[in-house]
């Protein structure tokens, strides 16, 4: 049953002032709102994880306006349509000037102590990319013009491997074979302040599994797409910008019965890129694109490319 409750005329005549004077502050120029809109750089639409902002994804926003500084204020598409507003409960951001402020962004906005400027990440949990896939920008606003318009960046890289059946390997080996890597640092941290992703200096050994691995459930899973026409599964993985020793670079294993192995070098696809010098590296912001060719007896990389994020072209592997 529906109650309705009739408000005494003195109150309605005081929540209508109230209102009416909030808009007037507005109005007067002494507080007014700050609007948010963002998109990522190179790509419409967008979002941090994968390519479009989802409903509820949160931006963390600090600038001084005034005499007043925001720190890590959150901000949410409710629609993800790339229009932020504050989160429930949460601060509003004003000009409390004239002048124009410079504001900072970061995805995925995180509760942080206030000491605290820094996000670890695990790269090994694939399946929550989404907690990883760093973001940051800068955007300038004034109550001229209050719309502050980011353009989000990429600071992880991104590899994305392409795997194919070869000579004595079926589709369906492609499919179920448990995938890894080794040699490389998967461990590291996000800076919100400085909008660095750094890996953490450590030198794993081990394989870090990223497909069909059973072992410690999904959790270390990248997503996949598979294409039934062209017979290929596409694994996209988002790791800490970093560099390898020549002599012992990024590795890539499969296992299906038997196991196949290749060296994965990234120095082609940044001299690709136009990099005055190239060197075997993830590079923050590209996408490294690999096909790798499962044979019987080896695996092998065709090419590799950068693309997409700032594309890569890194060619074509063998695994053997």
């Given at each position: 049953?529906?109650?309705?409750?009739?408000?005494?005329a003195a109150l309605?005549?005081?929540?209508?002032?109230?209102?009416?004077e909030e808009?007037?502050?507005?109005?007067?120029?002494?507080?007014?709102?700050?609007?948010?809109?963002?998109?990522?750089?190179?790509?419409?639409?967008?979002?941090?994880?994968?390519r479009?902002?989802?409903?509820?994804?949160?931006?963390?926003?600090?600038?001084?306006?005034?005499?007043?500084?925001y720190?890590n204020?959150?901000?949410?598409?409710t629609?993800?349509?790339?229009n932020f507003?504050?989160v429930?409960?949460?601060?509003?951001?004003?000009?409390?000037?004239?002048d124009?402020?410079?504001?900072?962004?970061?995805?995925?906005?995180?509760?942080?102590?206030?000491?605290?400027?820094?996000?670890p990440?695990?790269?090994?949990?694939?399946?929550?990319?989404?907690?990883?896939?760093?973001?940051?920008a800068?955007?300038?606003g004034?109550?001229?013009?209050?719309?502050?318009?980011?353009s989000?960046?990429?600071?992880?890289?991104?590899?994305?491997?392409?795997i194919k059946?070869?000579?004595?390997?079926?589709?369906?080996e492609?499919?179920?074979?448990?995938?890894?890597?080794?040699?490389?640092?998967?461990?590291?941290?996000?800076?919100v302040?400085?909008?660095?992703?750094a890996?953490?200096?450590?030198?794993?050994?081990?394989?870090?599994?990223?497909?069909?691995?059973?072992?410690?459930?999904?959790?270390y899973?990248?997503?996949?797409?598979t294409?039934?026409?062209?017979?290929?599964?596409?694994?996209?993985?988002?790791?800490?910008?970093?560099?390898?020793d020549?002599?012992?670079g990024?590795t890539?294993?499969?296992?299906?019965g038997?196991?196949?192995?290749?060296?994965?070098?990234?120095?082609?696809?940044?001299?690709?890129?136009?990099?005055?010098?190239?060197?075997?590296?993830?590079?923050?912001?590209r996408?490294?694109?690999l096909?790798?060719?499962?044979?019987?007896?080896?695996?092998?990389v065709?090419g590799?490319?950068?693309?997409?994020?700032?594309?890569?072209?890194g060619?074509?592997?063998?695994?053997?």
């Open positions: 049953m529906k109650k309705y409750f009739i408000l005494p309605l005549l005081a929540l209508t002032a109230c209102n009416s808009e007037a502050t507005g109005n007067s120029g002494e507080n007014i709102p700050v609007s948010f809109t963002a998109d990522i750089a190179g790509q419409q639409p967008t979002r941090a994880y994968d479009t902002w989802e409903n509820g994804d949160k931006i963390g926003i600090s600038g001084t306006s005034g005499d007043v500084t720190t204020v959150a901000y949410e598409t629609n993800g349509d790339g507003t504050i429930p409960g949460g601060t509003t951001i004003y000009y409390r000037t004239t124009a402020v410079t504001f900072t962004a970061y995805y995925p906005q995180t509760d942080l102590a206030a000491d605290v400027v820094t996000i990440a695990d790269t090994r949990e694939q399946s929550a990319q989404k907690s990883f896939d760093f973001l940051r800068q955007g300038t004034s109550k001229a013009s209050k719309n502050v318009a980011f989000f960046a990429h600071k992880m890289a991104r590899l994305v491997l392409t059946p070869g000579t004595g390997v079926s589709y369906e492609v499919k179920t074979a448990k995938l890894m890597l080794s040699n490389y640092l998967y461990k590291g941290s996000f800076n302040t400085t909008g660095t992703a890996a953490k200096a450590e030198t794993p050994a081990e394989y870090k599994p990223f497909a069909n691995n059973d072992d410690t459930g999904k959790d899973n990248a997503p996949s797409a294409d039934e026409v062209k017979q290929t599964v596409t694994y996209s993985l988002i790791l800490f910008p970093q560099n390898f020549t002599a012992s990024m890539f294993e499969a296992v299906l038997q196991t196949l192995s290749t060296q994965l070098d990234f120095t082609t696809a940044n001299r690709d890129a136009q990099d005055a010098d190239p060197k075997n590296e993830l590079v923050t912001g996408q490294y694109n096909s790798i060719v499962l044979n019987k007896k080896e695996a092998t065709t590799c490319e950068i693309s997409a994020w700032k594309n890569a072209n060619g074509e592997f063998n695994a053997n």
